[in-house]
């Protein structure tokens, strides 16, 4: 990688670093893999006790662990995610094409499920996402996470005759290894109702 500093332009001969792939925060970013943040991790089911991120430091974030690698889109009910309060995202992760976008973390409480707030910064990154997390507002309130789920279409061209329901076999048994690779870990599929042309699979960005 090409780091080589050139002179600045105000003549004073201090030197300048151009952009570099290290101020990407898909590049650079610190990873999360506590799986306590699932949205299934009860005050019982996990075992750990409240967990507060009061202490957690303003940042660049990926999540990943078999707890999730996403916040989640929907109000989380009081104490999951191993917290009493629970983060989730009001609004939609962006798309690649839209880079860093702003977003609020809303942590429910009771009556009301956006009772503080935190404007955030979150990038896709292709098959992940990272987030410019910031010290929760109150304790005790936690981020939670959630396994990523996505629409996937999938074209199938004919070469020969076929049943739908046995080209529709083919595909999900396909896809499921595509998906099981790019996630590193066993993943269970479910096939929802569309039509299906039959054999030849063209991954779609993104999934």
Known sequence: MDLTAFPGRNG??????????????????????QAW??????????????????SLQQGWYR?????????????????NCS???TGWLNGR????MKGEVTRTVCFNWFANSC????????KNCSSFFVYEL????????ACCTDIQYQWVNVLLTLEMEIKIEEAKKIALQRLQKMVNKRAGRELEL??????????DLLESEGS
């Open 83 to 85: 917290s009493w309060s």
């Open 190 to 199: 479910a096939l929802e109702e569309g039509y299906c042309l039959a054999m």
């Open 12 to 33: 004073t001969g201090h030197s300048e670093v151009p952009y570099s792939a290290f101020a990407d925060p898909c590049v650079n970013h610190t990873v999360l893999d």
């Open 63 to 79: 999540f990943n662990s078999f707890g999730g690698w996403k916040i989640p889109e929907i109000v989380i009910p009081l104490t």
């Open 93 to 96: 992760h962006p798309t690649v």
């Open 115 to 122: 009772y503080r707030k935190r404007e955030i910064q979150i």
């Open 37 to 54: 943040r699932s949205i299934d991790c009860g005050l019982l089911e996990c075992l750990i006790g409240l967990i507060c991120d009061e």
């Open 134 to 141: 910031k010290p929760a507002p109150f304790c005790p309130a």
